[in-house]
């Protein structure tokens, strides 16, 4: 029974070196293939099983001093992630600031081009002396004529001049609109753009602000995070480090040690994901909850600011028309009644006119403010994959370990032929006398060789007495030597 437990616990540690062969690893001198070829390959299981075990706690060394520089990995991970979302987040605030900033100033040099008193331009003037004199003026679009004289004379109508094809209709369809009516809707449409501007520089300093502070408090929670590995994880790995150490020190105490040592790596494998998992969330938690308060704000930002270079759209529309057509799109955009923020930011995004302007898709907006999140998401996978790698430096070894204990050892051929050579060398041309001597110095050496290994004893010594070799060598009027 105990022949069997140990053969167990040999088979089963074997598992962290691959063992393509696994008796020639052993078999390095005549005792050590004497006892390979008389256990039928169990001492070289043992043997290498002793080896894995040695590695396995080289692994779990390994961890154990590496935790706090692996834990401020993951710390550093996500500090530098939340701080790239942070910047994101600014750079988008700044976005929406330089587009509004943009608009607005647009808006103004609409206004003060519109407002400058129009003046006919030299070659109009002297189109008019030719075509009628002082008192015949053609009012361009938009122009008033320059009446001269308090009454103006009468003077005799032209014949008309059919238009070209389409000119009449278009005229028609889309008359010229007064400098009146035109500066009246592009100061509303500008005084509607400045009446914006707190609605926009609020809510950015709100992100930067609220950017600022997670950073800090990512910061601040950075040492406690990573002492949150030590403390869960370290006591485990020592625990299994003695466990470990005491299956070299003493195998032959092992029952079952696949059941003992699968639980203990069993327990510090999933402990050491969720464990770095951990690790990032609280670094992460409050100062995530603080970006997440960014989230509106910037979309407000974002949303207002696009109202805003719609609302100019319409207004360069206007100012190069100067069309009844251009007016009426200028006024669906911008109501001639006064609304507050929300409601103009809903009203201007809605609005269309058949003139071109579009509905505003302000729910892209939505998306680019979750963007950078993705990048916690991401660093909390990695945070994840890094506690995994740390498990699999027990978990794999482990795994190979139990695949080897179910295939029992075998003997290897070459080890027997090596023990045999050896033997007919020993005993070549030696009297029956001084073969039996020789096989006493091989028993005493053997005794010497295994002595703390009695099981692996009592099968060389079997093998000795039972060699074929050594039993020709015997004659047979030798009695065989018994064992002490």
């Known amino acids: 029974m105990k022949m069997r437990r140990y053969a167990f616990a040999t088979v089963a540690l074997v598992s962290l070196f691959p063992l393509a062969a696994p008796l020639r690893a052993c078999c390095d001198d005549f005792w050590s293939c004497a006892a390979a070829v008389a256990t039928g390959g169990l001492s070289c299981a043992v043997e290498d099983l002793i080896n894995s075990i040695k590695t396995l706690i080289a692994n779990v060394s390994k961890l154990a001093s590496t935790l706090g520089q692996q834990a401020m990995d993951v710390v550093n991970l996500a500090k530098n992630e939340l701080s790239g979302a942070a910047n994101d987040l600014r750079n988008l605030a700044g976005q929406a600031e330089s587009d509004f900033n943009a608009a607005a100033q647009t808006a103004q040099s609409i206004v003060n081009e519109a407002s400058r008193p129009q003046m006919l331009a ?222 103009l930011v809903s009203q201007v995004a809605a609005a269309t006119h058949s003139s071109g302007i579009a509905a505003l898709n302000l729910g892209q907006h939505h998306n680019m403010v979750l963007a950078p999140f993705n990048r916690i998401t991401a660093s909390r996978l990695t945070a994840r994959a890094a506690g995994a790698q740390m498990a699999a430096q027990l978990k794999g070894p482990w795994q190979q370990f139990k695949r080897i204990q179910a295939a029992p050892p075998k003997a290897d051929p070459a080890a027997k032929n090596r023990v045999e050579a050896e033997l007919s060398q020993r005993f070549a041309g030696k009297t029956p006398e001084q073969a039996a001597a020789e096989k006493r110095t091989l028993l005493n050496e053997a005794r010497i060789r295994f002595a703390r290994d009695p099981k692996t004893l009592q099968k060389v010594e079997a093998m000795l007495n039972g060699d074929p070799v050594i039993q020709s060598h015997l004659g047979p009027h030798i009695p065989a030597v018994q064992q002490q």
């Open 122 to 343: 030299p070659q109009a003037i002297g189109a008019l002396a030719t075509t009628g004199g002082a008192g015949q003026r053609a009012a361009a679009p938009g122009v008033r004529p320059i009446q001269v004289g308090g009454t103006r004379p009468a003077v005799p109508t032209p014949a008309r001049t059919a238009a070209p094809a389409g000119v009449a209709t278009a005229m028609h369809l889309d008359p010229p609109v007064s400098q009146q009516d035109l500066l009246d809707a592009l100061r509303r449409a500008q005084q509607a753009v400045d009446g914006l501007r707190p609605d926009v520089t609020q809510p950015i300093n709100q992100v930067r602000q609220f950017a600022t502070q997670a950073e800090q408090q990512a910061a601040a929670a950075a040492s406690s995070a990573a002492n949150i590995a030590q403390t869960t994880l370290l006591a485990p790995l020592q625990t299994l480090g003695n466990m470990l150490q005491d299956l070299v020190n003493h195998p032959e105490h092992i029952f079952d040690p696949s059941k003992i040592v699968d639980d203990a790596i069993t327990q510090i494998t999933n402990q050491a994901i969720t464990t770095m998992t951990q690790v990032h969330d609280a670094v992460m938690q409050q100062a995530k909850g603080t970006l997440d308060m960014a989230q509106k704000p910037l979309q407000d930002a974002l949303d207002r600011a696009s109202v805003a270079k719609k609302i100019v759209d319409a207004m360069q529309r206007l100012q190069r028309a100067r069309s009844k057509g251009a007016l009426d799109a200028l006024n669906a955009v911008v109501p001639r009644q006064r609304l507050d923020a929300r409601m």
